[in-house]
């Protein structure tokens, strides 16, 4: 018999009330995390990003403090299902030896994306501290439908809270998990989303909180980025003269772009090679970023999941030099280099809704 994937929590905290929180990545800086923790001081923001305030033992104090308030309901052995904006999902924990980070690895959760070491350090940092999961990893299963229970409980949901996009979040305890427990037992599962957090759990060795979300009610949306360097715009359009950059008054959202000096430029990005090889952020993060421009990819600004318009405006505004208007992976090339086992480009897929940090925490 299959051993289960997805286990119950043991120590389970449920929100009792919208303080949630959009998780870390979502944050392009400690002054929107700042913003927000003063706009909505009761949400979790500032217990899930320590760096950008005093550290670890004010977060664990204050996550404490509000587990003590009430604004966390405590129920052992849970299994929670999770309607995020439409799309059904499911809320356990994995082992951490279920997690796979490289070809040879055992593990059923396939790590799929490369990522910043020290993005890794800081989230192991933080549940090492706190001993509480608080941002989840969004998985898919291998399938094209998740096996949860049709339609929702007509019951109140435990928590319900609308996200900085609209989107609504509700979450139930699923009365019966087995059935769908054992139904995910035999599939393999790729991270959509938290690449870093799942690292980290591998890392320090205890259980990542997982959402695994029904694959085909998901969006990719694209992963653009925002260069800072010390050349003008004309410089960096040069930079990108093996991709004939050519002028154009429109964006077409199925190709790249870079963006300098009043101008929108297409690029003639080639398709050839592996499935990673093939992907727009791969040329131009090796060729361009650290090819020809020689910077560190650390040193770029990744904005996932917002209108390109706003990344014009901080060129235009004197923010950064350029920006690359990357056009989105589509599900077909994520499955293929999924099922080649290769490592996608970092910050290259947003997928879409985001699951909520904080309104489920694991102790572990």
């Not at 909505?40 to 033992?57: E, M």
């Amino acid at each position: 018999m299959t051993a289960p994937f997805l286990l119950p929590i043991d120590r389970c905290w449920v929100a009792t009330g919208p303080y949630g929180a959009p998780n870390y990545d979502e944050f392009a800086s400690c002054d929107e995390v700042r913003a927000m923790v003063a706009a909505r001081p009761d949400s979790i923001v500032a217990v899930d990003n320590p760096q950008c305030f005093t550290g670890l033992d004010t977060a664990r104090d204050q996550l404490r403090q509000r587990q003590q308030d009430g604004r966390y309901h405590r129920h052992d052995g849970a299994v929670l299902l999770y309607d995020l904006g439409g799309v059904r999902a499911v809320v356990g924990l994995v082992d951490s030896a279920e997690i796979s980070s490289a070809p040879g690895e055992t593990g059923r959760l396939l790590r799929n994306e490369e990522v910043f070491a020290d993005k890794v350090a800081e989230r192991r940092a933080l549940l090492e501290g706190l001993r509480t999961l608080i941002s989840p990893v969004l998985l898919v299963p291998d399938i094209p439908e998740l096996p949860v229970p049709q339609g929702l409980p007509t019951t109140t949901p435990l928590v319900e809270e609308v996200d900085e996009h609209g989107v609504r979040h509700r979450l139930w305890l699923l009365e019966d998990p087995a059935p769908t427990l054992a139904a995910l037992a035999g599939r393999t599962f790729f991270v959509a989303d938290g690449n870093h957090r799942s690292l980290a759990s591998q890392e320090a060795g205890v259980p990542c909180l997982a959402v695994v979300a029904d694959p085909a009610a998901l969006t990719i949306e694209a992963y653009h980025r925002l260069l800072d360097v010390a050349l003008t715009g004309a410089e960096l359009v040069e930079a990108a003269r093996p991709w004939n950059p050519t002028p154009v008054t429109e964006r077409d959202p199925a190709r790249t772009h870079i963006y300098a000096d009043g101008t929108l430029w297409l690029l003639d990005l080639p398709e050839v090679g592996d499935p990673v090889a093939r992907l727009p952020h791969t040329v131009l993060e090796r060729e361009l970023i650290e090819g020809r421009l020689g910077l560190d990819p650390a040193a770029v600004t990744y904005v996932g999941g917002v209108d390109p318009q706003r990344l014009v405006d901080r060129v235009d505004r004197g923010e950064a030099t350029g920006a690359l208007l990357m056009r989105p992976v589509t599900a077909a090339e994520f499955a293929a280099v999924n099922a080649a086992r290769l490592p996608m480009p970092r910050k290259s897929t947003w997928f879409t809704p985001k699951a909520r940090s904080g309104l489920v925490l694991a102790e572990v």
